[in-house]
């Protein structure tokens, strides 16, 4: 089946800093891809649409200027938690998809100390 | 919220018995998913039902579909010990194609061996 990657798989980092995390799909193009967010025993929630070449749709609740998404080429999205706090620490996950089924990203599990 | 609820939340079964999971939904779909995903990982596409399916099999899954109940069934018969996972399932609302997916609260599998 597709392959979509992440990295960093694990990323530690000091309040107040930014943190980039890439999403690609390996084999095949994607003009959508979407970013989900999982805290701990919960379920994944969707956070935003990546829409190559033009703005990320994002979920009500989530701060696009916190959540910066940018989906710059065909095989490629990153999202960028800007001025990350403790609260920020989860298990971010992008998908991609040719079809109605989704390929997931093994995830990025983020921790702000 | 569009997200779903599952049942039973977890579920502790002996190797061989089945396992049956429950979820409910809120809106009209286009189709509905399950998700398997072992502890801390990424997800893994199992199977897709459309809204104008019923039933559906794959292996030792099968899944059901009642859109008049807005409800949907996951059965893994004959299980494994390596069918210990938590299993979500997740609809798709667009009939336009976007592939964004609400997923339901997850129903933790547990298969004793």
């Known amino acids: 089946g597709a392959v979509v990657s992440q990295h960093p798989s694990r990323v530690i980092c000091k309040s107040g800093t930014s943190v980039k995390i890439e999403c690609r799909s390996l084999?095949?193009?994607?003009?959508?891809m979407f970013w989900y967010r999982q805290f701990p025993k919960q379920s994944l929630m969707l956070m935003a649409t990546?829409?190559?070449?033009?703005?990320?749709?994002?979920e009500q609740g989530v701060e696009k200027d916190k959540f910066l998404i940018n989906h710059a080429s065909l095989t490629l999205s990153t999202l960028t938690v800007t001025s990350a706090h403790p609260e920020d620490s989860s298990f971010y996950i992008c998908?991609?998809?040719?079809?109605?089924?989704?390929?997931f990203g093994p995830g990025t599990r983020l921790l702000v100390l | 919220s569009q997200q779903g609820e599952e049942d039973p939340q977890a579920l502790s079964i002996q190797e061989g018995e089945n396992a049956t999971m429950n979820c409910s939904y809120k809106?009209?779909?286009?189709?509905l998913q399950w998700y398997r995903q072992n502890s801390g990982r990424g997800l893994v596409h199992l199977i897709l039902?459309?809204?104008?399916?019923r039933e559906k099999h794959s292996g030792r899954l099968r899944v059901t579909l009642d859109t008049s109940k807005k409800s949907s069934s996951l059965l893994i018969t004959a299980s494994r010990a390596a069918d210990t996972a938590s299993y979500f399932c997740?609809?798709?609302?667009?009939?336009?194609?976007?592939?964004?997916?609400?997923f339901g609260t997850g129903t933790r599998l547990t298969v004793i061996p």
């Open positions: 990546s829409n190559e070449g033009s703005k990320a749709t994002y």
């Open positions: 084999d095949f193009q994607a003009t959508t």
């Open positions: 039902i459309r809204s104008n399916e």
């Open positions: 998908s991609a998809g040719p079809k109605e089924t989704q390929y």
């Open positions: 997740a609809t798709g609302l667009d009939q336009t194609g976007a592939n964004n997916l609400f």
């Open positions: 809106t009209s779909i286009n189709n």
